[in-house]
């Protein structure tokens, strides 16, 4: 059974730096690409970064390019997501996903977790 879990979010204040992490299990990490989406309070969910199974193409949504770096280490199978200098607007829920197909369709996401930039 294939399992995505986040952590490292919090509340941190305007300016400031967080570190997430997705551990993955039940997969051959190394084969997946991946993803970081997030979904504010009434918004629609929205992909922040992606990256490629063997990290060597990434992507980002223009609201955060320049200030979150996108990065994999698939001997620990585990993605990270480096936020600096976060905004108020950056406040959502974080998610991380693998979706594609490798022999059949698939779709996996984590449970979330905080993020809240305030001061």
């Known amino acids: 059974q294939v399992q995505l879990v986040e952590s490292g979010g919090g509340l941190v204040q305007p300016g400031g730096s967080l570190k997430l992490s997705c551990v993955a299990s039940?997969?051959?990490?190394?084969?997946?690409?991946m993803s970081w989406f997030r979904q504010g309070p009434g918004k629609e969910r929205e992909l922040v970064a992606s990256?490629?199974?063997?990290?060597?193409?990434?992507n980002y949504a223009n609201s955060v390019k320049g200030r979150f770096t996108i990065s994999r280490d698939n001997a620990k199978n585990t993605m990270y997501l480096q936020m600096n200098n976060l905004k108020p607007e950056d406040t959502a829920m974080y998610y991380c996903n693998s979706k594609g197909i490798i022999g059949r369709p698939y779709d996996y996401w984590g449970q979330g977790t905080q993020v809240t930039v305030s001061s």
């Open positions: 990256i490629t199974n063997t990290g060597g193409n990434t």
């Open positions: 039940g997969l051959t990490f190394s084969r997946y690409a």
